[in-house]
């Protein structure tokens, strides 16, 4: 199960995951898109034994974990940047802007940006330092698109109703979610993911696109 958005949404749009991961193991994730990074641990896993429970799931936990992830609707990059810089020592992962704004996984630009130093004709320190920015750069410029979608679903679409963006999602082709997930998407996906009655009304996607989000931070 990819995706199961039939749980209780109240004010964010969540939904559980449910993988195989041997005869009898399964891998349960409960997953939240709300507006701030709060977590309640305690209600999160009560919500999760309760799913379980109902479907007549009651081994053993070999293990759990649990997280905040961004999700990025806008901001000063440049100025991010600037504020991180270490002159001299590249930078990379999430900490260095290699992350899909929407999803907050990093694991695709993870595998590229371990290729360019693998490939780089320069490995000093300052070389590496420039190159990495440089492509942070260029991600940061590539992945507007997501940046937008995301400035769309959180400033347009109710947190009770956000699930409906979703549900027209996953009835696209699975090749388009997957290239949409590697933030690969081209031209024709995000026509197609555009098209059809939107799931948010059109005023308020529109004051979402033009609104200030609030600015790039990160807690120390
Ligand atoms: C529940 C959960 C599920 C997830 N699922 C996925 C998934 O399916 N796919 C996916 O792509 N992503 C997933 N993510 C996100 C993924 O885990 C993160 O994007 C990834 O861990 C980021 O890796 P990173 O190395 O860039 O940064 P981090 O994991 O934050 O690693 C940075 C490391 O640097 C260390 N560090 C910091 N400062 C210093 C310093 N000055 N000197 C030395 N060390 C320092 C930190 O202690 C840390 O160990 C998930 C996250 C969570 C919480």
């Given at each position: 199960?990819?995706?199961?958005?039939?749980?209780?949404?109240?004010?964010?749009?969540?939904f559980?995951?449910?993988?195989p991961?041997?005869e009898?193991?399964?891998?349960?994730?409960?997953?939240?898109?709300?507006?701030?990074p709060?977590?309640?641990?305690?209600?999160?896993?009560?919500?999760?034994?309760?799913?379980?429970?109902?479907?007549?799931?009651?081994g053993?936990?070999?293990?759990?974990?649990?997280?905040i992830?961004?999700?990025?609707?806008?901001?000063?990059?440049a100025?991010?940047?600037?504020?991180?810089?270490?002159d001299?020592?590249?930078?990379?992962?999430?900490?260095?802007?290699?992350?899909?704004?929407?999803?907050?996984?990093?694991?695709?630009?993870?595998?590229?940006?371990?290729?360019?130093?693998?490939?780089?004709?320069?490995?000093?320190?300052?070389?590496?330092?420039e190159?990495?920015?440089?492509?942070?750069?260029?991600?940061?410029?590539?992945t507007?698109?997501?940046?937008?979608?995301?400035s769309?679903?959180?400033g347009?679409?109710?947190?009770?109703?956000?699930?409906?963006?979703?549900?027209?999602?996953?009835?696209?082709?699975?090749?388009?979610?997957?290239?949409?997930f590697?933030?690969?998407a081209?031209?024709?996906?995000?026509?197609?993911?555009?098209?059809g009655?939107?799931?948010?009304?059109?005023?308020r996607?529109?004051?979402?696109?033009?609104t200030?989000?609030?600015?790039?931070?990160?807690?120390?």
């Amino acid at each position: 199960m990819i995706v199961d958005a039939t749980v209780g949404q109240s004010r964010s749009f969540r939904f559980v995951q449910v993988l195989p991961l041997g005869e009898c193991e399964l891998f349960i994730e409960d997953a939240y898109y709300q507006d701030s990074p709060v977590l309640d641990h305690d209600a999160a896993t009560r919500r999760l034994d309760r799913y379980a429970g109902r479907r007549g799931w009651n081994g053993e936990m070999s293990g759990s974990e649990s997280g905040i992830l961004p999700v990025i609707a806008g901001g000063d990059f440049a100025a991010w940047q600037d504020e991180r810089r270490i002159d001299g020592v590249g930078r990379i992962g999430v900490h260095a802007g290699f992350v899909h704004p929407l999803t907050g996984y990093t694991v695709p630009f993870a595998v590229e940006t371990a290729l360019a130093i693998a490939h780089a004709k320069d490995l000093s320190g300052p070389a590496l330092a420039e190159m990495l920015d440089e492509r942070a750069q260029a991600h940061w410029k590539a992945t507007g698109y997501y940046r937008r979608v995301a400035s769309m679903l959180f400033g347009a679409a109710r947190a009770s109703k956000r699930w409906k963006v979703f549900e027209r999602f996953y009835h696209l082709p699975s090749a388009r979610i997957e290239r949409f997930f590697a933030a690969r998407a081209t031209g024709l996906d995000r026509l197609r993911i555009a098209c059809g009655k939107p799931p948010v009304p059109l005023l308020r996607a529109l004051r979402a696109l033009v609104t200030q989000r609030a600015p790039l931070l990160e807690e120390e």
